[in-house]
C-alpha cells in the first residue's frame, strides 16, 4: 500500500484563491478522523470504496451521509464533522483545503452547503477533470506556489461544472458596490481608513454596506480590511528590508505594538518571527 499524501501550501499570499493543505490516502478499515473543525473549505474526493460523513448542518444537528466511490464531500469554515471508512471497503480520497475571495460564490454554484455537504457530479468529463487536477495537485507538492494556484483554479472551475447548478446572477448594483469598496481598500489601506469611510466611498450607510460586504465577500469589512493590510504586511515582509515599525506604519499601523498584534492574530506568530521562518534575510556586513 502506498504511504498517504500529506503536503502544506507555502506561506504565499493568494487573496482570490489560495491552497492551504493537500493530499491523498488509501484508509485502513473502519479509519476515522473527527470530530474537528476547520478554518476553511475541504472537499474530499472519493476514488474507490465508502465511507460515512457525520458533520453539523445550518442548525447545528449532527447529520450522517453515506458516501461511495466517484461522489465527494465538502466541508465548511468551523463546521464539525467527522469521517469513517467503511469497514469492508474503506475509501482512498483525495483531498483540498482552500479558502478566498472567490470561492464563497464559487461554491454556491455547486450547490453544496453544510445541508447538502455530498457532491454528486452531473457531468462525468467534469468529474473525470476535476479529478485529475486535485490528483496533479497532491503529486507535484514541489512545484511552484503559483503552478498550483493555476491548477487549483482548474479544479474549481471543473468542480462548478460538474455539479451543473443554475443560479440567478449577483446583483449587478451588489457587484457595483463591491468594486468601489475594494477599490477604495486597495488605494486607501495604508491610511487611517474606517469602515465608515469605506461605506461613504460606495455612497451607503455603515449598517447596509456591512450587511452586503458580509454577504458577498463573506466576511464583515473591517475583518477584511486588517486582512488585507496584514497580506500587505507579509509581502513587505518577505521582500523587503524595511523594519517592522516602517512596515506597520506603511500598512497602516503607526504603533508598532498594535501591528504586531494584529500580525500575530492573522498569521499566529509576531513579524518578527514570521520574518526569519519565511521571509527576507538581512545580509551581514
Keep these: 500500500m502506498r504511504n498517504p499524501i500529506f503536503s502544506i501550501f507555502p506561506s504565499e499570499n493568494f487573496v482570490d484563491l489560495g491552497l492551504y493543505q493537500f493530499g491523498w490516502e488509501q484508509c485502513a478499515p473502519a479509519h476515522l478522523f473527527g470530530p474537528a473543525a476547520r478554518n476553511h473549505y475541504l472537499f474530499h474526493y472519493v476514488v474507490s470504496g465508502a465511507g460515512v460523513l457525520n458533520a453539523d448542518d445550518s442548525k447545528g444537528i449532527c447529520r450522517a451521509w453515506q458516501i461511495r466511490s466517484g461522489e465527494g464531500f465538502m466541508l ?10 467503511s469497514k469492508d471497503f474503506p475509501w482512498e480520497y483525495i483531498w483540498l483545503e482552500f479558502d478566498g475571495l472567490k470561492v464563497r460564490e464559487a461554491v454556491g454554484r455547486t450547490g453544496l452547503s453544510p445541508d447538502n455537504p455530498v457532491y454528486h457530479a452531473k457531468l462525468k468529463d467534469s468529474k473525470e477533470e476535476m479529478a485529475a487536477e486535485m490528483a496533479y495537485i497532491a503529486e507535484h507538492k514541489d512545484s511552484s506556489p503559483f503552478h498550483l494556484i493555476g ?8 468542480l462548478v461544472r460538474s455539479s451543473a447548478q443554475t443560479f440567478a446572477p449577483r446583483s449587478k448594483l451588489c457587484d457595483f458596490y463591491m468594486k468601489e469598496a ?9 491610511n487611517d481608513i474606517s469602515v465608515e469611510d469605506i461605506a461613504a466611498s460606495c455612497g451607503l450607510n455603515r449598517s447596509y454596506f456591512g450587511k452586503i460586504f458580509r454577504e ?53 506568530m509576531p513579524p518578527s518571527k514570521w520574518r526569519l521562518e519565511n521571509g527576507f534575510r538581512r545580509e551581514p556586513l
Design 216 to 268: 458577498q465577500i463573506g466576511k464583515p469589512p473591517q475583518e477584511f480590511l486588517i486582512s488585507y493590510r496584514m497580506t500587505k504586511a507579509a509581502e513587505l515582509l518577505k521582500l523587503t528590508s524595511l523594519s517592522i515599525a516602517d512596515i506597520g506604519n506603511a500598512v497602516g499601523y503607526p504603533n508598532q505594538l498594535h501591528f504586531s498584534r494584529a500580525f500575530k492574530k492573522v498569521y499566529q
Design 151 to 158: 491548477h487549483l483554479y482548474l479544479f474549481l472551475d471543473c
Design 76 to 85: 465548511f469554515p468551523g463546521q464539525i464533522a467527522t469521517y469513517i471508512a
Design 182 to 190: 475594494l477599490s477604495f481598500i486597495e488605494s486607501n489601506f495604508q
